[in-house]
């Protein structure tokens, strides 16, 4: 693990015990801290947020199922972390049930209906920068509260009482950690500028760790979903809210495009990686349906345990892997309501051993002239697992886009818009916030889904719950899920190394090689020769995994890079 990093977390860890232990004369009398690693026999749930793992694992404990912890801990996100939690984005839930049915659940935001394939282009066809990433505009029809009420069939408890953690935290406030405080202060000015009622997260005396965030809007927000169901959202008071908010900031989503939202219960993606192992993953509109399997396929024949982990030959297989799939990633994916998606045959062994036929062992590919395959016929994101006693598992990544979204909270109603529109290719050819570029598969029409990386998944080993797995990070998160199945599966490593280890990653363009600040300089500087391109980046990812063992016990990972909390029972 990273040591500076692991000092600097620690550091704000104590800090923020330090300063909540102070301010616990005030009220609301929470304390928290984040718990790295945990390890127990009836349930784990593990968050970006310690008060939302806590909310979740509650619920476990008051007779809940993951299904229940889930939704408990998705709402709390909300509140306690406004960055990516949210009822205001959209996200992919992917479960397997303790009776062996296996549930992929899309509520990714859509466009509004009177959005169209130039809206972000200026009369010469060029794109407006920020457009589609800032305000009122960037904002697509949102998903969460629709995926929440869907996959609730699956579960035992009343609502009522899943979501009252999170009116309790966004009513009374809880104490912020020091890396919020430092997100809230560092979007100051974009808040002023993209709202048109002052929202709750600007403070001008600046944010500091320990400081009480009460969300009275959004409490009233949540109280109106938990009374009137879906519809306490997408119809009423809160459409009332979102509606007007648009007309304010010129933005497109109107009553319809809230009224006929539905989340879509989607076939799963599975498939085997050397006999012993199932995954089971999120079909288009994420890409990592179609991404993680091709990466999977494409190494699973050539001996990466004998390679080792983060050894010149290991990366320099895998990153090839990940400039191929992300080269068909450009061309073919988008949303397959809209457009045809060869998706059987990207992910088919031939077509993936006629692919690796590009890769030389002894040098880097080059992304200028390796394009997509020939098919014969035609950053703010958060990840939660939740297991309980009975072998229910799920994982779900959630997303409102870019840090706080749109930075634009819908007046009156407390909760911050996606900025997700930026995930279609606004122009075919022209990168996104993310750097990847998309194609014709990806341009934007309404009421379509813009394409995903969001890869929540699922391992089984012989059959039995292995694996929980997801990440945030934008186009990051599928090569960091697929570098954390490989880390466990072929290197033998345990849970927190392949979480916490540095990563890396390859999107075919730009054609550079992203690395961690600590991965190993000499590997660098080896892949370098072989003609790669490295680029440096912060933190790839916050990776969490449970990890269920044979013996019955269950292991909770969340990452260093974060809040991330890990709790158990
Ligand atoms: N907004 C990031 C993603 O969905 O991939």
Redesign the pocket.
């Known amino acids: 693990m990273n040591t500076n990093l692991k000092a600097k977390v620690i550091l704000s860890l104590l800090i923020t015990e330090c300063i909540l232990s102070v301010s616990a004369q005030q009220v609301p009398k929470i304390y928290y801290h984040s718990k790295k690693h945990v390890t127990c026999r009836n349930g784990v749930v593990v968050s970006a947020h310690p008060l939302a793992s806590r909310a979740g694992i509650q619920i476990l404990k008051e007779g809940g199922n993951a299904i229940d912890a889930a939704i408990a801990t998705q709402l709390a996100l909300a509140v306690v972390y406004p960055a990516a939690g949210n009822l205001g984005g959209?996200?992919f839930m992917v479960a397997r049930l303790s009776n062996g049915k296996n549930i992929t659940i899309d509520f990714?935001e859509k466009a509004p209906v009177a959005a169209g394939r130039n809206m972000y282009l200026d009369e010469k066809e060029n794109v407006i920068s920020g457009k589609s990433e800032d305000g009122h505009l960037a904002a697509g029809v949102p998903g969460s509260v629709a995926g929440i009420f869907t996959y609730y069939k699956f579960a035992r408890l009343p609502f009522a009482k899943l979501i009252q953690p999170a009116i309790d935290l966004a009513e009374k406030g809880f104490p912020i950690s020091a890396a919020e405080a430092n997100d809230l202060n560092e979007n100051q000015e974009d808040f002023k500028k993209y709202n048109t009622v002052m929202p709750v997260f600007i403070k001008d005396k600046g944010w500091k760790a320990g400081d009480i965030l009460i969300q009275k809007d959004l409490a009233g927000t949540l109280k109106r979903i938990r009374d009137k169901g879906a519809k306490g959202f997408y119809e009423g008071e809160t459409a009332r809210l979102i509606v007007e908010e648009m007309k304010r900031g010129s933005g497109l989503i109107g009553y319809e495009d809230l009224k006929n939202y539905t989340a879509k219960s989607r076939e799963p993606v599975v498939f085997t990686y050397k006999n012993d192992f199932t995954l089971i993953t999120m079909p288009l509109p994420?890409?990592g349906g179609v991404l993680l399997p091709q990466m999977m396929r494409m190494v699973e024949d050539r001996n990466l345990k004998q390679l080792g982990f983060e050894t010149v030959p290991s990366v320099h297989l895998m990153a090839e892997a990940e400039r191929l799939a992300y080269a068909d990633r450009a061309k073919y994916l988008g949303d397959v309501d809209y457009f045809k998606v060869p998706v059987k045959t990207l992910i088919s062994y031939p077509y993936v051993r006629e692919r690796m036929k590009k890769f030389n062992m002894d040098s880097a590919g080059n992304s200028k002239s390796t394009g997509a395959g020939i098919i014969p016929e035609s950053?703010?994101?958060t990840h939660f697992d939740t297991y309980d006693k009975y072998g229910n598992c799920v994982s779900i990544?959630t997303?409102?886009?870019?840090g706080y979204g749109c930075r634009t909270v819908v007046g009156g109603a407390g909760f911050l818009l996606?900025n997700?529109m930026?995930?279609f290719s606004v122009k075919p050819g022209v990168p996104n916030m993310?750097g990847a570029v998309g194609g014709e598969a990806n341009v934007i029409a309404p009421g379509k889904r813009?394409?995903?990386?969001?890869t929540p998944t699922i391992a089984l080993f012989n059959g039995k719950p292995f694996l929980i797995l997801g990440t945030?990070g934008?186009?990051t998160?599928t090569t960091s899920v697929f570098q954390t199945l490989i880390d466990i599966i072929e290197f033998g490593m345990s849970a927190s190394d392949a979480v916490n280890k540095p990563k890396f990653h390859h999107q075919w363009l730009p054609d550079t090689l992203y690395v961690e600040k600590d991965f190993p300089k000499q590997v660098s500087i080896q892949l370098q020769k072989m003609g790669y391109k490295i680029g440096s980046k912060g933190a790839i990812g916050r990776t969490e995994v449970i990890r269920v063992f044979p013996t019955g016990e269950i292991e909770g990972v969340a990452d260093w890079r974060g809040d991330d909390d890990a709790e158990g029972y």
């Open positions: 959209g996200g990714r994420s890409s950053e703010e994101t990544t997303t409102l886009n870019g996606n997700e930026d995930d993310y813009m394409l995903s990386s969001m945030p934008g186009t998160i």
